[in-house]
Every structure is written in C-alpha cells, then in structure tokens.
C-alpha cells in the first residue's frame, strides 16, 4: 500500500517559531509537493522538488523554504512563523497520478 | 492561460444522481484526474481519464470528457451520504511539466 506520510497531524505554534513540517513517501518517486489549502481558495502549490536538493517556487513560495536531502524525505521550514501561515498543509508525491499525506493543521498564535 | 474552473457548491439528495463539473483552458492537456477530500482529511485519488478518451466508467462513476469545450464531468450514480466530500478537478500536462493544475473544488452535500 502506497504512502505519504506528515509527521504531525496538528500542530500549534507562536509568532515567531521555526517550524519544520516532515513529509516522507515511501514509492521512490521524483516529485514532491508543498500545498497549503485554505477555505475557499482550493490548494496553492507553496514548493515542489523534482530530484534531490532541486527545488522549485509554487505559487506562493514567500515565507517558506524547502529541504530535499533524501529522495523519499520533502521538507517544508517556515523560518519565522506568522499568524497567516495558519492553514492545512498538504504534501503529496508524483510519477503518474498525485498521492496525498493526511495534512498537518498549523495554527500560529 | 493555465486555470480549471468548478462550482463550490452542489447539494442533491440521497439516492439521486450527482454531475459536478470542471473547465479547462490549455488544450494540451493530457491526463484529468478527479480527487476527493473527506473531512479533515488528504486527498484521494478517485478516478482519470486520458485525454484520448471520451469517456470512462468505474462502478458509480463516470467520467466524461468534452476535448472541443475543454469540459468534464464527473458523475455519480446513486448518491450515498458518503459520497460527501470536496471533490477536485485536475489536469496533467504532458512532456515535462510535473505541476498538476488545480481547481478550487466542488462541495457536495446529500441530504437523507
């Protein structure tokens, strides 16, 4: 059975707090994804990588930074946290079709 | 441009049929997927359709694929409470391009 998996299902932080969100697929594929999904404006892509240590800006990369030092471990880092860095992260992998992990809901106080 | 284009909402009752609907722009489209979100949940992949394709069948749902209005739809027969979800329309891109394009998602409600 394929797997994304976010190493926390909720997660609560203050103003101001690094904050690493862990995501790890276990089908050795290439492409890996950063969203965040707020109500009523569907998914935006944050980041995605395409091999090891290659990144790309999504569409709203401002705020946030990537790690991809394994094929299978996509990390997502907000330096500084912020109170509008509250939403649903969703991270998922690709070769052909796009597989989800559960999301990480972060709340920034 | 790149968008897809869904309603947010659609409400039917239980029993009856569902038809939720998605437009694309970029013709060169070559793969459309349509996705489900349960609450509180990730997303699952439900069904896809090739671009090559009219239309494709899979128990209670049926996709179908109008490539000269860059229109499809997902409909599902026989709606369950279950079946209440977000669901979302995608297309895939061929060559290169690994990004999939989103739309914003359509809501569906069933009322018992």
């Known amino acids: 059975d394929v797997k994304v998996t976010q190493s926390s299902r909720y997660l609560v932080k203050r103003t101001g707090e690094k904050v690493f969100l862990e995501c790890v697929q276990d089908?050795?594929?290439?492409?890996m994804f950063w969203y965040r999904q707020d109500p009523g404006l569907g998914l935006r892509l944050i980041y995605f990588?395409?091999?090891?240590?290659?990144?790309e800006k999504g569409d709203i990369p401002e705020g946030y930074s990537v790690s991809r030092e394994k094929k299978e471990r996509f990390s997502l880092i907000l330096e500084s946290a912020s109170t509008n860095q509250t939403s649903m992260y969703l991270c998922?992998?690709?070769?052909?079709?796009?597989?989800f992990g559960p999301g990480t809901r972060l709340t920034v106080l | 441009g790149e968008d897809v284009e869904q309603s947010l909402f659609l409400s039917v009752r239980e029993g009856d049929s569902s038809v939720i609907n998605c437009t694309y722009t970029?013709?060169?489209?070559?793969?459309l997927y349509w996705y489900k979100q349960e609450p509180g949940a990730g997303l699952q992949l439900l069904t896809y359709?090739?671009?090559n394709m009219d239309m494709k069948q899979d128990q209670r749902l049926t996709v179908l694929l109008n490539k000269k209005d860059k229109h499809l739809s997902l409909r599902i027969a026989d709606t369950q409470t279950g079946d209440s979800a977000i669901y979302f329309c995608?297309?895939?891109?061929?060559?290169?391009?690994?990004?999939?394009?989103w739309g914003l998602g359509t809501s569906l409600a069933v009322n018992p």
């Open positions: 970029d013709s060169s489209s070559t793969y």
């Open positions: 998922a992998s690709r070769r052909g079709e796009q597989f």
């Open positions: 990588s395409y091999d090891v240590k290659m990144k």
């Open positions: 995608a297309e895939s891109k061929g060559g290169n391009n690994r990004k999939l394009i």
């Open positions: 359709i090739f671009s």
């Open positions: 089908m050795d594929h290439e492409n």
